[in-house]
């Protein structure tokens, strides 16, 4: 059975940083993609990074890049995202999810984990 579970959320300054955890098990984490997504309230699900677990090639939304770095530890099954100059905006509760390949598309990921509260205040 695929589980994601992430961890690393919470309540920082606008400035601030945090680094979240997706830990995987159930698959050959090196086989796969893994990409993390945020929600707001009342807004869409959208994609932040997604790094490419064979040849470690990442993918950032414009929002983001420059900010947030996505690594990953194969020995641990763990995918990181460090967020760094956080902001208001970036408040949103954060998923990891595993997809056919790397895509911007909430649909094209098959697992998602339940997800971790990142609030920013200002």
């Known amino acids: 059975e695929v589980q994601l579970v992430e961890s690393g959320g919470g309540l920082v300054q606008a400035g601030g940083s945090l680094r979240l955890s997706c830990a995987a098990s159930?698959?050959?984490?090196?086989?796969?993609?893994i990409g993390w997504f945020r929600q707001a309230p009342g807004k869409e699900r959208e994609g932040v990074s997604c790094?490419?677990?064979?040849?470690?090639?990442?993918y950032y939304a414009d929002s983001v890049k420059g900010r947030f770095i996505i690594s990953n530890d194969n020995a641990k099954n763990t995918v990181y995202l460090q967020m760094n100059s956080l902001k208001p905006e970036d408040t949103a509760v954060y998923y990891c999810?595993?997809?056919?390949?790397?895509?911007?598309?909430?649909?094209?990921?098959?697992?998602w984990g339940q997800g971790t509260q990142v609030t920013v205040s200002s």
């Open positions: 159930g698959f050959t984490f090196d086989d796969y993609d």
């Open positions: 790094i490419n677990s064979r040849d470690g090639v990442t």
């Open positions: 999810a595993v997809p056919e390949v790397c895509t911007w598309y909430a649909t094209g990921y098959d697992y």
